[in-house]
């Protein structure tokens, strides 16, 4: 079975400064899907930044960027700039890509922008 | 306006009772997904159907309960079985599981509350 480790449980950075999540995970596939969602107080589940494991070029969305290595099976977000509307928690997620594929994630990390 | 639409929104059980909550898309998706959340962790999944009249247990099935009669709709019943119910309940859909070009999408959530 697959598992997704996000070891900080809280951050907070300064706005306009840039700040990186850490997340491991642990699967035998080959082929897969990692995903960062953010949370805000809301509790909607926003879909910030998606990787396919068998492309090498980091995933980019914006101000979002990850470090993806596979190797060490290590999927970072970099969020620069930040903005106090980034204030959320913050989920790492794996999906392997078998028929009966599913969404496993990691406990979160409370990121906190500073004004 | 296409979405996943969750009710209620807030919802109390007594305890004996059974409760079910709806969830509802209209974006074609063929998979459809229940998740629970408990303060400070991440999402556990509780039942995932890939198509109509099929659906398979997550890793916290027991005390829960699902339908797939309809594409559009995947209601959730939490049985008096479940001991610890009150938690965050999400739903969320997918085009399909697995494969391609697949991302997991997320309504705004129910919550529930043993009283």
């Known amino acids: 079975a697959q598992t997704v480790t996000q070891s900080q449980p809280e951050m907070s950075v300064q706005e306009a400064e840039t700040v990186t999540l850490s997340c491991t995970y642990d699967?035998?596939?080959?082929?897969?899907?990692l995903f960062w969602y953010k949370q805000p107080p809301s509790r909607q589940m926003i879909l910030v930044i998606r990787?396919?494991?068998?492309?090498?070029q980091n995933a980019t969305e914006n101000r979002f960027s990850v470090n993806f290595q596979k190797a060490a099976k290590s999927f970072s977000l970099k969020i620069s700039d930040s903005q106090l509307g980034d204030t959320a928690m913050y989920f790492c997620?794996?999906?392997?890509?078998?028929?009966?594929?599913?969404?496993?994630f990691g406990k979160g990390i409370t990121l906190s922008v500073r004004p | 306006d296409g979405g996943i639409t969750q009710s209620p929104k807030y919802l109390f059980r007594k305890e004996g009772q059974n409760v079910t909550l709806s969830c509802e898309q209209n974006?074609?998706?063929?998979?459809m997904y229940w998740y629970r959340q408990d303060p400070g962790q991440g999402l556990r999944l509780i039942y995932y159907?890939?198509?109509?009249?099929?659906?398979q247990k997550g890793d916290i099935a027991e005390g829960y309960s699902v339908s797939r009669e309809k594409k559009e709709s995947f209601p959730l019943t939490v049985t008096s079985a479940q001991k610890n119910p009150t938690a965050f309940y999400l739903c969320?859909?997918?085009?399909?599981?697995?494969?391609?070009?697949?991302?997991?999408?997320f309504g705004e959530g129910s919550w529930l509350t043993v009283v």
């Open positions: 969320a859909s997918s085009i399909r599981t697995g494969g391609t070009g697949n991302t997991i999408y």
């Open positions: 699967t035998s596939e080959n082929n897969y899907y």
């Open positions: 990787q396919e494991a068998y492309k090498q």
């Open positions: 997620a794996f999906m392997d890509t078998g028929a009966n594929s599913k969404l496993t």
């Open positions: 974006l074609n998706h063929d998979a």
């Open positions: 159907s890939q198509i109509v009249n099929d659906f």
